[in-house]
């Protein structure tokens, strides 16, 4: 049975996480949660799965936590703050740490988690994209593994089984479009926050959404790829296939090509990092061909989703400029999730704080060089929407 600490645990990915574990009492249970702010889920996921150790991300909450809790025995460990979760990650009795935190907060809870000898089932993305010069080495010096928890790098993952080293030749990253994708690219200057939220085929946190409709996502996922794969990026591509049935596709050096079907569902790529390598039976729904009837496949309109570029760009010049294109675009969806500023000012906003930093770059970042470029890059996003209004246009 595999003990799991849990971060991100009020979230798409930790709840998803906790419905797997509670289908699998046998395999599978919870010694640490960690959560962002939500009291009242938190406390009802820790009376369920009687952790040893619980975090909220938010310190002044720990005294609601606490008084919510105060019948539960016995008692696990509370803690608050960054320093809360990162005790999380480490715990001593976790043998897999599941990092279901969005954005750049997860990077020193998962290099925590590394640093103690735990394996990680990595559904936080940033955590390569920002921190990946650091990360892979303390991957390769603590000897953990680092597996894929989210639908596309489990699926290219679960294709590399058995291929010969050498034998990859290109890898094919499908993407849904998101709630745009059949929207004209000369109507996107009025769409809503609410428009943005509606995905056509998944049901994701609110900033993943928005990723998914600007295609900074899978931008984000040509990084994560480039440093999971080890693969140029001129070797990796991304194509539009509006069913999610496809979650990727590699192709092998004699032009064979494998491909991991299965529902737009992202229990899969938890159940299968967390089980690694066997494969556990479950009673989900079969996936039906003759139902999906047809699959489709179309190239990226670059126009529409000018994202994609700034993430290839930011990815070819390395050292910190990945984690600042990262944190930009988390600094901007925020600004345009609160009403900010509009929908196409996502791009515009990242653009040109990746263009600042340019003469800043180093070739090997250090964990403090990532994190300042990281901090550097938020402000830089406010600064310009506060002194530039007639170039970001708020409202």
């Not at 803690?79 to 907060?105: K, N, Q």
């Not at 020193?108 to 559904?123: F, H, Q, V």
């Not at 996107?188 to 926050?193: A, Y």
């Not at 990815?315 to 600004?335: D, I, T, Y």
């Amino acid at each position: 049975m595999k003990a799991i600490s849990l971060l991100g645990s009020t979230g798409s990915i930790g709840t998803q996480t906790l419905d797997i574990v509670t289908h699998h009492p046998d395999q599978f249970r919870i010694v640490g949660l960690a959560a962002g702010s939500n009291v009242e889920m938190l406390a009802q996921q820790i009376r369920q799965f009687q952790p040893a150790i619980a975090a909220i991300c938010e310190g002044k909450k720990l005294p609601d936590l606490k008084a919510t809790l105060a019948d539960l025995s016995p008692q696990p460990l509370l803690l608050a703050g960054e320093e809360g979760v990162i005790e999380v990650a480490r715990y001593s009795e976790a043998d897999v740490v599941v990092t279901g935190i969005v954005g750049c907060a997860g990077l020193l809870p998962t290099i925590a988690a590394i640093e103690a000898g735990k394996d990680i089932a990595l559904a936080n993305k940033e955590t390569l994209i920002a921190g990946g010069p650091v990360v892979l080495p303390l991957v390769q010096k603590h000897g953990v593994k680092l597996l894929p928890a989210d639908s596309e790098h489990s699926a290219i993952f679960q294709c590399l089984q058995g291929v010969p080293e050498r034998g990859l030749r290109r890898i094919l990253l499908t993407a849904s479009g998101g709630a745009f994708r059949d929207l004209p690219v000369e109507k996107l200057e009025q769409v809503t926050v609410a428009d943005a939220l509606k995905h056509p085929n998944w049901s994701m946190g609110r900033k993943i959404t928005i990723d998914s409709a600007t295609l900074m996502n899978k931008g984000l996922e040509v990084i994560e790829a480039h440093f999971l794969f080890g693969m140029d990026y001129d070797q990796i591509e991304i194509v539009i296939h509006p069913q999610s049935i496809i979650h990727s596709m590699i192709e092998l050096q004699d032009t064979s090509v494998l491909a991991q079907l299965g529902w737009a569902d992202m229990r899969l790529p938890l159940l299968y990092a967390l089980s690694y390598p066997e494969r556990i039976d479950t009673n989900w729904e079969p996936l039906d061909l003759v139902k999906v009837g047809s699959l489709t496949f179309r190239e990226p309109d670059h126009q529409k989703y000018p994202c994609m570029k700034l993430a290839y760009a930011a990815g070819r010049a390395g050292g910190c400029m990945p984690a600042v294109l990262n944190a930009a675009n988390e600094q901007a969806v925020a600004l345009f999730l609160e009403e900010r500023i509009r929908f196409l000012d996502i791009p515009r906003l990242i653009e040109q704080v990746c263009d600042r930093y340019q003469i800043h770059n180093c070739s090997h970042p250090t964990l403090d060089d990532i994190v300042s470029a990281d901090q550097w890059a938020r402000k830089e996003v406010l600064a310009t929407c506060h002194e530039h209004p007639s170039v970001i246009s708020v409202g």
